[in-house]
């Protein structure tokens, strides 16, 4: 499964570039043969655009266009797996015309899921699920109860690629794998800058494949 885990917005001015994420997403182990290259399921259905600006051990720094997502407010649960799903459920009955428009909005990926962990390993984690807008409904994405709208400028995100499902276990250990391989870079000290400005979310988990899917996750 394709999936993107990114880490806090945050501000680089070393390059005078703003860098919202840092990002892991899933599609097999990273390696300069596949640096730039996309998940199978976005040559079905619209993705983000991005350009690879920088490959390194582990990781790949990716500079994407604005993105538009329609968003769940924060759920609290102890699985990021099941607020996901709760998530999903959520915005898929809203792309189906569960919106004040009545209006049905074709599928796309990925569904996001950012993250700000609990204290302890038994506590609730909040979970803000997301879906991307589809370029012909971003200028006015239909509104809808429970759900908002947020408009990203052009990002640059750090990117660590694994492949299979996603799971609770799965996700801390690359997210911890994708904030090693960076460390002692300027994309590090970046995200520092901005856990320090009171960024609250940690990283997130972008998903590319339908629950069912079990080929080229």
């Avoid at 509104?143 to 299979?164: C, D, E, I, S, T």
């Amino acid at each position: 499964m394709a999936a993107i885990t990114c880490i806090s917005k945050l501000s680089l001015l070393l390059i005078l570039l703003s860098v919202s994420s840092l990002c892991v997403v899933r599609s097999g182990s990273l390696t300069l043969k596949n640096a730039g290259s996309i998940p199978p399921t976005c040559k079905r259905i619209e993705c983000p655009s991005y350009d690879v600006i920088q490959v390194g051990n582990g990781y790949e720094i990716r500079r994407y266009n604005s993105t538009v997502w329609i968003s769940n407010s924060p759920i609290q649960d102890i699985s990021l797996v099941e607020a996901t799903r709760t998530g999903f459920l959520r915005l898929f009955n809203y792309i189906q015309g569960k919106n004040d428009y009545s209006q049905k909005i074709e599928m796309t990926a990925p569904v996001l899921s950012e993250v700000s962990p609990s204290d302890g390993p038994f506590c609730e984690s909040s979970f803000v699920v997301s879906f991307f807008v589809p370029k012909v409904n971003q200028a006015n994405p239909p509104p809808a109860k429970g759900l908002h709208v947020q408009r990203w400028k052009p990002v640059n995100v750090a990117v660590r690629q694994f492949g299979g499902f996603v799971s609770d276990a799965s996700v801390g250990e690359e997210a911890a794998a994708l904030k090693a391989s960076i460390a002692g870079t300027k994309w590090a000290a970046a995200i520092e800058k901005s856990h320090r400005a009171g960024h609250a979310s940690v990283y997130s988990v972008a998903q590319y494949n339908a629950p069912f899917e079990y080929d080229n996750r």
